[in-house]
Every structure is written in C-alpha cells, then in structure tokens.
C-alpha cells in the first residue's frame, strides 16, 4: 500500500514553521490548545483539504504488481530443478541399467558346474541337462519326485548288450526311466517299470503312469497314455519297446546300436526320432528309487 498525498498545497515550504506543518496534517488539534477545525473547514479546498477520518489509503492494483526479484533466481530455480529432475532420472536408469547388467554378469560368469550341481544324479548323465532334468521331475510320479536319480545302465560303462541292461534293472523294484538318443542330437524315452521281466511271447506290461518323451521339437515334449489300450511296455531278450497299436513308440534292438519310432495309439505320438529308424548314440536307464540310496 502507499500514502497518498496532495500536491497543491496552498502553504509554502518556507513561509510556515515546523508546527504548522504539522497542525495541517493533523487539523483537529492546533498547538496553541485550540481547536483548528473552522480553520480547516473554511480554508480547504476540494484539492488541498485532508479529513483525518476520512484518510485515503490506496491499494496498488494487483494487475499492476511487478516481481522486482532478480530474473535469474527464477531461471536458476527451474534450471536447478529440471538438473534435479535429470540427474534422478539418470540416476534410476542407471541403477536399473546396472541392475541389469550386474544380473546378466551373473548369470554370464555362472560356472557350468554350479548348474549340473542343481541335478540330484549320482553319476554324469549323457543326456540329462539342467532343462531336461526339470521337465522329467515334473513328469514324474509324484511317489518319486524330489528322490536321487541313479544311473543304472549306460552303454558308454556297461557296453552294448540288451540282456545287460535287463540283468542289471532287477538291482531295485521301482520306476526307471530309459533315455536314448539319435546321432542327429534327438533325446527321447520314457518311463517303465523296473525290474524289468522278459517274456517269452510278446506280451504287454507296466502301468498307466507309462509316457514317452521327445525333444526332436526343440522344446521337451511328453505322451501320455490315450486310454485306447495298455501296451505300454514290452520286454522281451531281442526286443525293448514302449507303446503299440499301429507302430512301437520306441523300440530299441537287441544290440541297442539301432531302433525305430512311429505314430503308436497307446500315447498318440509321432516319431520320437528325428527319422523312423536310427542309430543310438547312447542307451541309459535311470532308476528313481523309492527310498534313498547311499
């Protein structure tokens, strides 16, 4: 707010004293005790008179308000802030970048053994991998998952022989899983009852918890039983195959150093192998024994 104040005053600076300055700005009160306020109401004019009660007081427009605060406090405030605002933003990219990084380091420099040591195998499979293993527990039954795998029978150890690999899954009476693969890089198998018992006459065994298995796709891909008939599993001392009804799902011969896979009603599967008849890399059997072993 500001004062404001006549400018046609009809006194002279140097023609009064300093009282009568002042009994002019306050008329109600003269400094010879007397009242002035017939001096004031006979002398004043429309310009130079001043009512005390009826002092003015003016407020400056808000419309005319001018910001005197220096220019550059403002543009230094938002400046400051837009730097603030950037170097958060750089900051979370790059503690989110690092994060990335950091993880993308660690799973970079994972050794390979810290992987297979995730496998609950007793021996190094051929073709179990980290993926492999983790798709076939949760295929399992469930009496048996979490339990130690242990490597029965590989041809790389045992040597090729069909009747070996007989001999040798009569050691425990429990759920087995055979594991073969063709030299174009194809897995494939699936699970059978141990121990197995070769009959004469071709005739079925096993159960319902039979399934085949490939990875020929890219992806593991499981078959289980249709419910169209029970040839899940034949064992005989030439001749080991799962599956029937149209083809074998997987048949391994009596040398295991070939076999041959087709469409079979049994699980509705189509060729396990990468071609109908191949040739084995590996033949392994798995046992997934119902109590621990030591």
Known sequence: MRFLFAQ????SQEDKPVSSYLSYIIPSISFDGSNTNKYQNENKSPSAGYNYENFDYQDVPSDNYVDCSPVFNK???VKDSNDNNNNEDHTSRRSSSSSEVFEEANEQQMPQASKKSRLNLSDESTFISPELYEFLEICLPNIVKGRQWVLLYSTLKHGVSL???????SELSC??????????GAIFGGLLECPLKPTA???????SETFVFTTVYGQPRLFLPTGVNRYYCMCMNDLLALGGGGSYALCLEEDLLSGTSGP??????????????FQLKNVEVTLLPLIFVF
Do not use: W
């Open 8 to 11: 046609d005053s009809p006194y």
């Open 75 to 77: 543009v230094d405030s």
């Open 163 to 169: 009747r070996t690999l007989i001999r040798k899954s």
């Open 175 to 184: 759920p087995g899983l055979l594991i073969v693969g063709d030299m174009q």
């Open 201 to 207: 006459k071709r005739k079925y065994q096993g159960t």
């Open 264 to 277: 079979s009603e049994t699980f509705g599967n189509s060729c396990l192998a990468h071609s109908p008849e």
